[in-house]
């Protein structure tokens, strides 16, 4: 493929593709440009084929290979290119351009947020023409529009200002409203190495469509650390778009506090139709915390700690912290009940590690503990935590029997909305 004089050097904009005459040696016109297939890639997806709209009927495909030179204002490829004209069909793996990507929702994997396509930017690499950088900036949109030369020069003459360029590249977004997502593996998308919280706040960014689609691509591991991250409003319409197998699958994976708040903001009925599909262990634990009032500690605490009996070693605490711990919300203490389930004491992670594996629980456990009962409101238990800087305070009845653990983390998006 030949190529003539670019102003912008190797770089095209594919805006300024759009509607080009396609045209063979012999200088007559196949139609205009309306679209251009890429193949799907981590980097430097290629262009495959140009998408055009003219005299043959409907919308044709005509692979990339059949194109012979970049015009300044058409694409000239090779006689014959009309015979090989075909239905439009884009392969899995395949995406159209401007379809797919542009005025489209993406995430920006490097800066975890969502950002809308103006423009994309083409590079000739290795002979072929491929997708290199996304621009999301006023220049992009403005070069579009035909103002950017004007607009550009009156800002900088009122103002001395340069509009910059907003380029992300391509390997580090993710488009979302491509079916093509929802035929990969979630692993194998740029979204599985975001944190949890950021994706959440990712997809509460998105339109509904789109926050559906990501969302319906998740593992159930992790839509669940997503969903508890999540706006409870956010949760709510999450949640109702799964069917009732997906979403008790994701419930169970959930704290059993995230759960509970979050079955608290669905219709009754709803929350009862989950609770009967989830596992019976797992629901139990959701349905004690239902009893209690979200206000009060009881309504705060999660069920999923670690306990151990007093005579307990600490080797054998270790052993089954390790067997535990996947399926725990608190593990930096280890709490010490008697065989009355009373709280006696508390060994915190640190301590254990350190200790002689021989020396039982109650020889190196904490006995002056602080704890809360379970109608105490927040205010006092956010006193509590303040006064003696804890990470957690086990939650105890009127006999002093432990029945959950309130996490900081709980703490915190209890009192955040009052804060400000």
Not at 44 to 51: A, F, S
Not at 348 to 355: H, Y
């Amino acid at each position: 493929m030949k190529e003539s004089m670019n102003p912008n050097g190797s770089v095209w904009h594919f805006c300024d593709f759009l509607g080009h005459q396609v045209v063979d040696s012999g200088g007559h016109a196949l139609g205009r440009l309306v679209d251009l297939v890429a193949e799907l890639r981590e980097q430097d997806p290629p262009v495959t084929g140009l998408i055009l709209s003219g005299p043959h009927r409907g919308r044709r495909h005509l692979s990339w290979t059949w194109v012979e030179e970049i015009l300044p204002d058409s694409l000239k490829v090779r006689s014959g290119a009309f015979d090989s004209l075909s239905e439009v069909t884009v392969s899995a793996g395949e995406i159209l351009l401007r379809k797919g990507l542009l005025d489209k929702q993406i995430v920006d994997t490097a800066g975890a947020k969502v950002v809308r396509v103006n423009d994309l930017h083409l590079h000739r690499r290795n002979g072929n023409l491929v997708l290199a950088r996304v621009d999301v900036g006023m220049r992009g949109l403005l070069r579009r529009l035909g103002l950017l030369q004007v607009t550009a020069a009156l800002i900088q003459w009122l103002f001395g200002y340069t509009l910059p360029d907003n380029l992300i590249a391509w390997r580090l977004v993710q488009p979302v409203g491509s079916p093509d997502i929802l035929r990969l593996k979630f692993s194998q998308t740029r979204l599985a190495r975001l944190h949890p919280a950021d994706l959440a706040d990712i997809i509460e960014d998105l339109d509904r469509p789109e926050r559906d689609r990501v969302f319906r691509a998740l593992d159930i591991e992790v839509a669940a650390e997503v969903l508890e991250e999540a706006d409870p409003k956010v949760q709510v319409q999450l949640i109702q778009q799964m069917t009732a197998e997906k979403a008790s699958d994701v419930l169970e994976q959930m704290s059993p506090s995230e759960a509970t708040d979050l079955l608290q903001e669905l219709e009754a009925p709803h929350a009862q139709s989950l609770l009967q599909e989830m596992e019976p262990e797992a629901a139990q634990d959701v349905r004690c915390l239902l009893t209690h009032d979200e206000e009060t500690a009881g309504g705060m605490m999660t069920p999923s700690f670690f306990s151990q009996p007093p005579h307990a070693t600490v080797e054998q605490a270790l052993e089954s912290l390790r067997r535990e711990a996947g399926d725990l919300d608190v593990i930096y203490y280890i709490y010490v009940e008697d065989n009355q389930g009373q709280l006696v004491g508390a060994v915190n992670l640190r301590e254990l590690l350190t200790s002689d594996p021989q020396a039982p629980l109650e020889s190196i456990m904490t006995k002056r503990m602080v704890t809360a009962a379970l109608d105490d409101k927040k205010s006092d238990i956010a006193d509590l935590f303040a006064k003696y800087g804890l990470r957690a305070l086990p939650v105890v009845d009127e006999e002093g029997r432990i029945h959950g653990v309130i996490r900081f983390k709980s703490l915190l998006e209890a009192v955040a909305p009052h804060l400000g």
